[in-house]
């Protein structure tokens, strides 16, 4: 499953879909009828929903995508889903970046446009980053998460530091 969206959601979803990456791979070789059709059709609303919300431009080659069109988006959504946590929880959103790291209690698991993410609660504030099947089991157990580009270093239990 490339996406937890029908594809008629996603023309108007606010984080990174499967439409977006084909629209960023630019690999399309669809057929012209049946899902090759719809997936055409999608596509074109879906530049047209990026170019009426500021999100990308036309020109006279056609509709501009920026470069980080995916991170931008995904980026976009999660703010949303975490202003939405923060004032569900009372909690302070901690965005986690490459090279940093998060530790807490797995509390649930958040499916966006973008994908799956965990939410990660130290008692403070939350991280979401994203979810893999590593977690299917682990609700509601302390971890710590540290991300490296795309890939996810876990360790499972009471995170320890050193006090002084």
Known sequence: ????????????????????????????????????????????????????????????????????????????????VARTLATDTGLTYRPLSDGQSASGVYRRMISTASGRFAMLDDGLGFSLVPWRSVLEKRLGESMGVTMRGYQLVWSFGRQRTISR
């Open 1 to 80: 499953m490339h996406s937890n969206l029908p594809i008629d959601k996603q023309i108007k979803a606010t984080g990174a879909t499967w439409l977006d990456r084909q629209l960023v791979a630019q690999e399309a070789s669809l057929g012209t009828a049946g899902f090759g059709a719809t997936v055409k059709d999608a596509l074109r609303a879906r530049k047209e929903f990026l170019v009426e919300n500021g999100l990308a431009q036309r020109d006279y080659h056609g509709v501009r995508l920026p470069q980080n069109l995916l991170a931008m988006l995904r980026e976009r959504e999660l703010e949303s």
